[in-house]
């Protein structure tokens, strides 16, 4: 890993891909995830994949949402910790009793408006929420399964069909998380070993049948996501551990009949899917395309009332920078409470990135990986229009002499400014790269951006 990462991502966050691992029936890794060494295949020509991803490669920033019953006291249940999210797992509570959550949960604060807007003023393009957890909950309007929001709760409404209009009322895509290999309402979902299923209420493992709970869950629920809500941009899958290659396969062509331009992750599992997935980790380059970072704003996907953990901006931005500068998107999560409200250190700190993208987004928007191997001062992304290259130096480190050494840096230089102010600064071409003259005071202080506009191709190397 790169030295600059454990700032980049805050500590104790970097977990590693292989604590979230999924495994193939055979045992065999498979977890969707980026940079595992696995390359994803498909049969679709590589500009059909490309078409359906434009907006999606563009865009650079979502918001991912981690909503459901765990929220309603925080992941605690009886006064006891239940940790995460997966707290009916970690205090192995009965289905009968965790089901009894649905009785009280009723978010009367919940607004969709607000909270799509929240995303847009934070500079995200797109929202993903989780449709069905690992608990099997569907927070939405299910007619397959009466497991649902609607039809448990006092509150009786549709948080997805709210969010969706309200993300297409606000310009945003919008799509679905969808739990596929850990279902603990369901008694036909084992996992490998028993590891991370419902060994408590379904014991023997040798008796559960994934293709059963295929049938009976998964198809319908996935065809009422698309069927129900309108464009579903992103259905974004996870824990793909028991299901087989032609359930894969199966799956993807209803989805593709259903919703043709809808985009799926790799998490549908055996090396299928549109697009990589790297979990709580910022990959050390960008090899595997394309790909993207999913990162909580605290330690926890939900809501967790006593961790005030929070990443702070600087880390944040910097986390987009450094994706953006190899080629990924980066999907930051927010955990609503029992009452529906994002809290109020992750609505800050969005509204503290949303005033950075304002004035840099052109330089995250469009842009592809930089040319750069490694910058000692920051990142660098590109943007190409017809013949012309802008190159933007994101800069951490503002140089306290008044040089940035871009090194390497040749070519046809046409204008060098920065893009806060567009005031031009000076350049001299070395034998090893280019050295712009900046001003005293950096901008920006998180990271600051110079635009380096290139007239036909971008050279690097010494002389």
């Known amino acids: 890993m790169n030295r600059t ?10 977990f590693a891909l292989s604590l ?53 006291d925080g992941c605690f249940y009886k006064g006891q910790d239940g940790k995460t999210e997966h707290m009916m797992r970690h205090l192995q509570i009965p289905l009968k009793d965790y089901a009894k959550i649905a009785d009280d949960f009723n978010p009367v604060k919940f607004s969709a408006d607000e909270w799509v807007g929240i995303a847009k003023n934070a500079g995200m393009k797109y929202m993903i929420i989780t449709s069905k957890h690992h608990d099997g909950f569907a927070m939405f309007n299910s007619p397959s399964s009466d497991y649902n929001i609607v039809k448990r709760t006092p509150w009786k409404r549709d948080p997805v069909k709210e969010l969706a209009e309200a993300c297409r009322k606000q310009g945003l895509k919008f799509g679905a998380y969808y739990s596929l290999g850990r279902d603990w309402e369901d008694p036909d979902v084992p996992t490998r070993d028993g590891y991370r299923s419902n060994t408590w209420d379904f014991p023997d493992e040798s008796k559960k049948d994934f293709s059963k709970y295929f049938e009976r869950k998964v198809k319908p629920q996935v065809r009422e996501l698309l069927t129900q809500y309108g464009p579903i941009a992103v259905l974004w899958f996870d824990t793909p551990e028991r299901i087989s290659k032609k359930q894969s396969e199966e799956l ?90 994002i809290p109020g250190p992750s609505v800050q700190h969005l509204r503290e990135v949303g005033e950075w993208m304002r004035v840099n987004g052109e330089a995250i928007y469009g842009t592809t990986a930089g040319p750069f191997a490694k910058l000692d001062w920051g990142r ?71 635009a380096v506009k290139v007239s036909g191709p971008v050279i690097l190397g010494a002389k």
């Open 252 to 341: 993807i062509a209803l989805i593709h009949q259903l919703q043709p331009d809808c985009i799926i992750n790799a998490r549908v599992g055996n090396r299928l899917g549109d697009y990589a997935v790297s979990e709580q980790k910022i990959p050390e380059s960008g090899d595997v395309k394309p790909w993207e970072t999913c990162m909580t704003l605290n330690g926890h996907w939900g809501y967790k009332k006593d961790d005030e953990k929070w990443k702070p901006t600087e880390t944040l931005v910097r986390n987009l920078v450094d994706i953006a500068s190899k080629g990924g998107n980066f999907l930051l999560n927010v955990g609503p409470t029992g009452e529906g409200l």
């Open 5 to 14: 990462l454990p700032w980049l991502l805050g500590g104790a966050f970097a």
């Open 20 to 72: 979230n691992a999924q495994t193939n029936p055979d045992g065999s890794a498979d977890t969707g995830d980026a940079h595992d060494g696995q390359k994803l295949v498909s049969s679709e020509p590589p500009a059909q994949v490309a078409k359906r991803l434009q907006w999606w490669s563009e865009a650079r920033f979502g918001m991912f949402i981690h909503w459901g019953l765990y929220a309603q």
């Open 380 to 450: 660098c992304t590109k943007k190409v229009n017809g013949k012309e290259t802008t190159l933007y130096l994101h800069v951490f480190d503002w140089p306290k002499d008044g040089k940035l050494f871009v090194p390497g840096l040749r070519g046809q230089i046409e204008s060098v400014s920065l893009l806060a102010t567009g005031k031009r600064l000076s350049t001299a071409v070395s034998e090893n790269g280019l050295v712009i003259t900046v001003p005293e005071t950096a901008p920006n202080k998180i990271s600051a951006t110079i």
